[in-house]
Nanobody, 115 residues
C-alpha cells in the first residue's frame, strides 16, 4: 500500500519560514519523481516544485526564489523549504510521487500565512 504523509504545515507570519516534509512508503522512492503542488478552493492544482530521481529540480516562477525542494532517498522523504512566506501562499499543499503514468498523492497539509 502506497502512502505519502505530509507534515510541517501550520500557521506562520508573513516573512516567516516553514519546512514541509513528505514521507513515502510502499514505493521504490529513489525511482520516483517527487513534487509539491498546492490548490486553493475553486482553482486548479498548481505545481510548486519538483525533483527528479537524479536530483534535477524545477519550480513555479513565482516561487523559485523563495522555495527549495530537496529529497533524501535514505529517508524516503521529500522536503519543501519555504522562506519569505506571503499571505497568498496560504492554501493546502500536496505531495506527489510519479513514475511514468503512475502517480500517487498525499492527503494534503494546510499552510496559513498571516499578514
Amino acid at each position: 500500500q502506497v502512502q505519502l504523509v505530509e507534515s510541517g504545515g501550520g500557521l506562520v507570519q508573513a516573512g516567516g519560514s516553514l519546512r514541509l516534509a513528505c514521507g513515502a512508503s510502499g514505493i521504490d522512492f529513489s525511482m520516483y519523481a517527487m513534487a509539491w503542488y498546492r490548490q486553493t478552493p475553486g482553482k486548479q492544482r498548481e505545481l510548486v516544485a519538483a525533483v527528479s530521481p537524479s536530483g534535477s529540480t524545477q519550480y513555479a516562477d513565482s516561487m523559485k526564489d523563495r522555495f527549495t525542494i530537496s529529497r533524501d532517498n535514505a529517508k524516503n522523504t521529500v522536503y519543501l523549504q519555504m522562506n519569505s512566506l506571503k499571505p497568498e501562499d496560504t492554501t493546502v499543499y500536496y505531495c506527489n510521487a510519479r513514475i511514468g503514468q503512475r502517480a500517487y498523492w498525499g492527503q494534503g497539509i494546510q499552510v496559513t500565512v498571516s499578514s
